[in-house]
């Protein structure tokens, strides 16, 4: 405790704190550090103070335990901090870990899941960052704090791939978050789209980029922040609907605005360059090498930096692209050594990848001297590394070993091969939709096993089912929830097709009576009807009484309202027309007939001024929906729209812009079909041409004295 002869710059170290002025702090701290150099709360504000400078070393030389003395104990958490911000991160978890946590702060378990996230560590990060946000009841702070952890705890989950448990543990909190009249930072949504990208749920995932641009926008954030946001929803778009859908094409311009944009977060960039090279597939690829290469080089010669920043995953993506790009332009060579030298790269690392493998299998079936026998042991090599890859635990590398095997006996016209090698792939592919639909139709359809076909179905359901219920492991690809249900309606559909309905009936019914669990509401809706279907073959007054909850189609509503107004305007009561006597006139007759002609002329349009205004809403919203299918195909920019031409309705020797030939048939004249002919061809098609000029030239030879004209036995006689 300082004497009252300090009690001045006490008073002034606390002004200078309170109001963040921390050189000023920092002055005063050092002053009085002199005086009293066993001042904890001094010694305290000068670390704090060079922290908040952004000078870690000399903050870690005030805080060691050499100056801090009997303090520095109390000075813990400002050492592992500059110890965290100086990249020595086990130093800084060693401090942490045997800190005392008595005082019931947060600050040390916080900083302990930022060192454990940089660590690499980012399942323990989760659970640190979900610890803290159970335990975060008091809002004292405000809600921004509260917001962070969430923010955090998203990150962690989602580097962990464990995207669907955040989504799911933080989904109270995180649904406040998300309010469009929540007063928070773009960061929360931005990161709840990244797990909800991780967990497959793509339209969720939008909806969050949505609000995370909306809020960069007004919080006026940096061009980083934004294009990382339109990566985010490139990438949302391009795996909604795969590499050659509609939405690709807005994907590949997000990417390509980042890439010209020029952000300044080599990151963003390195990302952008290799999700615009999985749009354009085997097009333009010497540019997305070109921009693949600068973005993700380590030196600085190649003009990137990008890979320090990249995650393990992020620089395997780019550097598996690369050896792709190459394999496409028949640089094999140069993709074998890429290739290597990447799986030399993941097994250092230890986490081997069977795709760098695959891509050296594929080369090798590339070489034009290759003999069947060795297309046989590349096929061979495959099924032998999908057998391995399973028994290491990885399903999802042993799938892409036997779909590539697959494939290869595909192309060689061997269909029972390819259709043994798919089936002999242990893990959880053939549990998957994709994968059970591919068996199912490959036995129908080149094996001509129908039974046998169904009854793998129904043993993949009941696998799936049981694997659905189990944890799932890093690799597996065993369906959950969401997968499940997909499956059990895929089956229920075949069935239906195939005549089973009572069992599709009981498929949808099971489906239906556990809650629709992991259906949307679409779905749920299309799973009634076709239940609906299924019973309509079995139990029709089921099916009906089913049929009467399913809401009315938009065309059905439409039918009903034309109906009411037709009814409306006749005015004609059926019961009491049928009650009437015959009619002994026309009379009737010309009423419904000028009844008739009025209803027509009242929907005739005539002029655009008769347009009547739900005509011209009704015209505006189907050209509002030309113009989007125009946009999502890449056939119009609203920004730079196209005039069409004004002379398209002429005929093209009338339209300004023509020139005609010249040299070798310049006179030359093509007008109409059947006018091109020649003038002597139809003057023969001329009978009263031919009629006059025979005429004149029997006037002519009249008029001729005698003893003139050819001479011979072929003379005309007069």
């Known amino acids: ?56 070393d000399a903050a870690l030389a005030v805080a060691t335990k050499e100056n801090a ?37 947060a600050n040390l ?69 998300l309010r469009e009249d929540a007063d928070q930072s773009h960061e929360v949504a931005y990161n709840a789209a990244c797990a909800k990208l991780d967990a497959g749920d793509y339209a969720g995932a939008a909806a969050d980029l949505k609000v995370a641009q909306d809020r960069c926008a007004r919080e006026d954030g940096d061009a980083a922040e934004a294009a990382a946001i339109s990566v985010q929803r490139g990438l949302a778009l391009l795996k909604s609907g795969g590499p050659g859908s509609a939405g690709a094409a807005q994907a590949m311009r997000y990417f390509l605005d980042v890439l010209k944009g020029k952000s300044g977060d080599d990151q963003v960039t390195a990302v952008a360059a290799c999700n615009l090279a999985v749009v354009r597939r085997d097009r ?68 081997p990848s069977v795709a760098p493998a695959l891509v050296q299998l594929a080369i090798k079936l590339r070489q034009p001297s290759l003999s069947t026998e060795g297309r046989t042991a590349v096929v061979a090599e495959a099924l ?121 009936a009981a498929l949808y019914e099971r489906l239906l009576a556990e809650g629709g669990a992991g259906l949307s509401d679409a779905e749920r809706l299309d799973a009634t009807a076709q239940l609906v279907l299924a019973l309509s073959w079995e139990d029709p007054e089921q099916a009906m009484a089913l049929a009467a909850s399913l809401p009315k189609s938009n065309a059905a ?49 005539e002029t655009p001024e008769a347009l009547s205004a739900a005509a011209k809403r009704r015209r505006a919203k189907r050209k509002a929906a030309h113009l989007k299918k125009l946009l999502d195909l890449g056939k119009y920019d609203p920004k730079r729209p196209v005039q069409p031409d004004p002379e398209r309705w002429l005929a093209k020797q009338m339209r300004s812009s023509f020139r005609r030939k010249r040299g070798k048939g310049a006179g030359k004249f093509s007008g109409a079909q059947g006018g091109g002919g020649d003038s002597k061809d139809a003057a023969k098609l001329d009978a009263y041409a031919r009629a006059q000029q025979k005429k004149e030239a029997d006037a002519r030879a009249a008029e001729e004295p005698a003893g003139k004209g050819k001479r011979g036995p072929w003379r005309r006689l007069k």
Do not use: W
């Open 1 to 56: 405790m300082a004497d009252s002869s300090f009690q001045a710059e006490f008073l002034e170290l606390r002004k200078a704190v309170k109001a963040e002025d921390f050189p000023k702090a920092l002055a005063l701290a050092s002053a009085l550090l002199v005086s009293l150099p066993e001042d904890h709360d001094v010694a305290k504000c000068k670390c704090v103070s060079l922290i908040h400078l952004s000078r870690f």
């Open 69 to 105: 003395g009997r303090y520095a104990a109390s000075l813990s958490f400002e050492r592992a901090y500059c110890l965290y911000q100086t990249g020595r991160l086990d130093e800084a978890l060693s401090i942490v870990k045997n800190s005392d946590r008595s005082d019931g702060s």
């Open 109 to 177: 378990q916080t900083l302990e899941a930022q060192i454990l996230f940089r660590l690499g560590r980012t399942s323990e990060a989760a659970d640190r960052y979900q610890e803290l946000v159970d335990n975060d009841e008091d809002d004292d702070d405000g809600e921004e704090d509260g917001s962070e952890l969430v923010s955090n705890a998203l990150a962690a989950y989602t580097a962990s791939g464990r995207g669907a448990e955040g989504i799911d543990k933080l989904g109270i909190r995180l649904a406040g978050l």
């Open 284 to 351: 333009e690829l010497f540019d997305s090498l070109k921009r693949l290469k600068a973005a993700s080089a380590a030196d600085a010669t190649a003009g990137g930096k990008a890979v320090s920043k990249l995650t393990p995953a992020q620089q395997f993506a780019c550097g598996l692209n690369v050896c792709l790009l190459l394999f496409h332009m028949g640089k094999l060579d140069e993709s074998a050594a890429a290739a290597k030298a990447l799986e030399a790269a993941t097994e250092a690392a230890g986490e």
């Open 384 to 504: 032998a590394l999908s057998k391995d890859r399973a028994a290491a635990g990885d399903e999802r590398g042993a799938a892409e070993a036997g779909c590539f095997a697959a494939e290869c006996l595909m192309q060689r016209g061997d269909a029972a091969g390819a259709t043994a090698a798919l089936a002999a792939v242990q893990g959880g592919l053939l549990l998957t939709p994709g994968g059970a639909a591919t068996l199912f139709d490959m036995r129908e359809r080149y094996l001509r096993d129908g039974a046998g076909a169904l009854a793998g179905l129904d043993t993949a359901l009941a696998e799936a089912s049981d694997a659905a219920r189990a944890p799932k492991r890093t690799g597996q690809l065993s369906p959950d929830a969401h997968g499940l249900a997909r499956l059990v309606m895929g089956v229920a559909k075949i069935k239906v097709a195939k005549g089973q309905f009572v069992e599709a």
């Open 557 to 605: 509503v439409k039918r009903e309202a034309e109906s009411e107004d037709e009814d409306e305007d006749d005015g004609i009561d059926p019961e009491a027309l049928e009650a009437a006597d015959l009619p002994k006139s026309n009379r009737v007759r010309r009423l419904v007939a000028d009844k008739a002609a009025a209803k027509a002329e009242k929907k005739k349009i």
